[in-house]
């Protein structure tokens, strides 16, 4: 843990009524202006001749870096500060890398099966993140990020795979443990689990759901098969996400399959996950059609609302901003069937539209254009 500006002071001869107290020989005005610069890091311990041992020690050891970052041609692998995410927040995510055999008579097809994979999710594009080259004795023509075998065992990177599942996850959870508590350089590696080929997919998901949750930097696959892949790029997303920045898209109108005055409309807040799931929906429903998104710091529309974030004026202000009104002559909008409690109160608000109360989930949004619009 990183010493806050009071842990510092205490050591601090103001905090002891000693002698030098607010001397302002570190060019600070007192002895709590330098305690609390030094926990920013703005200043240097060694800039007060009159910081005690006991201090410099433990001022150096949280500072620390319980686990060593390593890169492979700008991957970043490890690096990680706390155990768990709400501490602060996870640094990099767990890399997934495919391990394949040059010598092996399938190897171009397999190098084009990983080219050719991609998903997107939440406007984040998502590739394997590297290959690892076996029997590697000639250059590799691959837009991917690609490493020999013999380069890779050369790396600062744990191999924490045991016999069985349970023996991993807990070597995993000791290593991470001992790194970041103790900050013990013995453990200090970034770690990798590696699943040999054999294992059924469904087995392969369900460990390697856990290894990313706790804690593996890197999970190394000899098989590879897209729908593991994009279930588990998908976990890996939501346990990497930063829970303190949520992800959010531009409030604005957003446009679908051509809208004209007379299209349907829409209302959400600016939460991405929500906007994405939405968008794709109206997207695929071939029905010209206006998304709002409201300004909501990137909350779901019940957080919004417990939050006030989403209010009836909120809502109100929005759609004179956007000048929707002028825009268009439809004379609806449908609001998130989680909002309905807010119906009349939105309606009291919005003058210029007749407030509709729409799905709960958005793929349910079809079936009601369908039968409503
Ligand atoms: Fe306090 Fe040390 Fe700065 Fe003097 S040099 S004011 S003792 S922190």
């Known amino acids: 843990m990183e010493l806050s500006g009071l842990q510092i002071f205490k050591y601090l001869p103001a905090a002891k009524k000693a002698e030098h107290t607010n001397c302002k020989l570190c060019k600070q005005p007192t002895c709590m202006a330098f305690a609390l610069k030094l926990a920013k890091?703005?200043?240097?311990?060694s800039d007060c001749p009159?910081?005690?041992?006991?201090?410099?020690?433990?001022?150096?050891?949280?500072?620390?870096?319980?686990?060593?970052?390593v890169e492979i041609d700008g991957l970043k692998i490890g690096g990680?500060?706390?155990l768990y995410r709400h501490e602060k927040t996870f640094i990099n995510p767990t890399a997934f890398a495919v391990e394949l055999d040059m010598h092996a008579p399938d190897f171009a097809d397999k190098i084009k099966r990983l080219e050719s994979f991609e998903i997107t999710r939440v406007n984040e594009k998502y590739k394997v993140d590297l290959v690892i080259i076996k029997n590697c004795d000639s250059d590799v023509s691959t837009s991917l990020r690609w490493i020999k075998e013999e380069d890779f065992l050369r790396l600062p990177l744990k191999n924490a795979t045991c016999e069985t599942f349970k023996l991993t996850k807990e070597n995993l959870i000791n290593i991470r443990t001992r790194a970041i508590k103790e900050k013990d350089e013995n453990f200090s590696e970034p770690v990798y689990v590696k699943f040999e080929s054999g294992i059924n997919a469904e087995e392969v998901c369900a460990q390697a759901s856990y290894y990313i949750c706790k804690y593996a930097n890197m999970l190394v696959f000899t098989d590879f098969d897209e729908a593991l892949f994009s279930t588990l790029i998908t976990l890996r997303q939501n346990i990497f996400t930063d829970p303190q920045k949520p992800l959010q898209v531009e409030a604005k109108i957003y446009e679908f399959n051509n809208p004209d005055e007379n299209s349907i409309i829409f209302m959400t807040t600016n939460f991405a996950l929500t906007f994405f799931a939405v968008a794709a929906e109206l997207e695929n429903l071939n029905v010209p059609s206006y998304l709002v998104v409201t300004p909501a710091d990137g909350m779901s529309v019940l957080t919004a609302w417990s939050a006030e974030k989403f209010t009836a004026k909120v809502a109100a202000k929005t759609l004179k901003k956007f000048g929707l009104a002028n825009k268009v002559?439809?004379?609806k909008i449908i609001i998130p069937g989680l909002l309905a409690h807010m119906k009349q109160e939105l309606q009291d608000e919005i003058e210029d539209f007749e407030i509709v109360v729409g799905t709960v989930e958005a793929y349910e949004i079809s079936d009601f254009v369908k039968n409503n619009c």
């Open 329 to 331: 002559k439809t004379r």
């Open 50 to 69: 009159f910081a005690p041992e006991e201090l410099k020690e433990k001022f150096l050891h949280s500072r620390k870096q319980p686990q060593k970052t």
């Open 41 to 45: 890091n703005q200043v240097d311990i």
């Open 80 to 82: 990680e500060n706390v």
